[in-house]
């Protein structure tokens, strides 16, 4: 694992602890086993780590998720999946405090999220369609499947909602998902 990553690592388990707005150039360094002078040679800020760390998960889980996939014939199977993966991975990360934190510190890395999230729904709901037994649904415009599924998904799977709802990522993004297969399937 190089420098950078390590630091990522290192920051990612800080926002497990702590949250996003909690955590510090020190202990970055700390946890990474490195000065704070060797993360500025990296990173010019505490919030380009935070970005470059949810960045990582996010792409991870895309990868995950695309794998998830075209492994799995069935498109159900294959969502609940990755549901799995994705509460596994980042449930830990992705706490009411560090949705608050995401709120009121980082919005531009929310809207950043919410681009690769959207982006890689859309190819989801073109596969789910695809792949769905139902003949009405396959007539469906997947456009149209998937401009409803991230509308949904941008009002309830967010910072906002969540927090203000006394919510939990991983319930909120199951009970939306079991929405979802229910309409499909």
Known sequence: MDTRER???????????????QVTMEELAARAGMSKRTVYRYFASKEEVIEKAVEA?????????EEIIKGEEDPRKAVTEILRYLTRQASSVITRQSLDDLRKHYPFLWQKIDRLR?????????????????EEVKSIDPRVVAAAMIASVQAVVNPDFIVDNNLTFEDTTTQLVNLFLLALF
């Open 118 to 134: 959207t982006e890689r729904l859309e190819w989801l709901v073109r596969e789910l369609v695809r792949c769905s037994p139902k």
């Open 57 to 65: 998960l996010i792409l991870r889980i895309a990868s995950q998720a």
């Open 7 to 21: 630091l990522i690592a290192a920051c990612l388990d800080l926002v497990r602890a702590k949250g996003l707005g």
